[in-house]
């Protein structure tokens, strides 16, 4: 018989629970992927990566990326290469796809 296990968002580090890192629910490199909740106020720098393609649903509240407002239920898609900053404007969760996972792809703006 096949059974079900939980687990609590909260014991996976930033949210991320899918990919090639531990904790992991699921080891693969072919994807990444995170639940995160960010304070109003929260600024992330502006970086970018140089293989993997990311893709972040506002599930709710609202942020802001470079000069992008997005907002509940609004996807963005950043290919790779590309700058973005984030900040949050309101409290706000976001479900976040990496693909492919790449390890150590995340480079500052200020180095590109």
């Known amino acids: 018989m ?11 580090i930033k949210g991320w629970f899918v990919g090639g890192f531990e904790p992991t629910l699921f080891n ?5 992927v ?6 109003k106020g929260y600024k992330e720098v502006s970086h970018y990566h140089k293989i ?15 000069e992008l407002i ?3 239920g609004e996807i ?6 590309t700058c973005t ?12 796809v990496k693909l492919p996972g790449v390890l150590n792809d ?4 200020e180095n590109k």
């Not at 693969?28 to 990444?32: G, I, K, P, Q, Y």
């Open 70 to 72: 997005i907002s509940e």
């Open 85 to 96: 900053d984030f900040e949050t404007l309101e409290d706000t969760t976001t479900v976040v």
């Open 28 to 32: 693969t490199t072919d994807v990444e």
């Open 76 to 81: 963005v898609i950043i290919e790779p290469g």
């Open 52 to 66: 993997a393609t990311e893709i972040t649903v506002i599930v709710s509240g609202k942020a802001r990326m470079n």
């Open 106 to 109: 995340k480079y500052l703006e």
């Open 2 to 12: 096949k059974k079900m296990i939980t687990y609590k968002l909260q014991n996976f």
């Open 34 to 39: 995170a639940v995160q909740k960010f304070k």
